[in-house]
């Protein structure tokens, strides 16, 4: 089994072009915390997917809550992770 392939290359080329350097040195981050919020930090993206286009986010908010204005995040956590204890999920 191989740890590192050709397309992980192209992967960090592609991260790097798209978000820059910042980004690709959070993921050293021995925070687990930390790291996870880097990859949803999407404020200073330009256009590198397509679920920062805010009708793409309010059509996700409005199939997943019924209503486009309430943040699906907020929706899902507040509907299934209240009262819960450590959770842990994949992204």
Do not use: C
């Not at 960090?12 to 880097?38: A, E, V, W």
């Not at 199939?63 to 819960?84: A, H, V």
Request: charged letters at 30%.
């Amino acid at each position: 089994m191989r740890i590192i392939t050709r397309e992980d290359f192209s992967d960090i080329y592609i991260k790097f072009h798209q978000r820059g350097l910042p980004f690709l040195l959070s993921k050293f981050n021995l925070n687990s915390f930390k790291r996870t919020q880097s990859a949803f930090n999407d404020h200073q993206l330009e256009g590198s997917s397509f679920w920062i286009v805010p009708e793409v986010k309010k059509r996700w908010n409005k199939l997943i809550t019924g209503n486009e204005d309430l943040l699906y995040e907020d929706y899902i956590t507040k509907n299934y992770f209240k009262g819960k204890g450590k959770i842990k999920i994949l992204a």
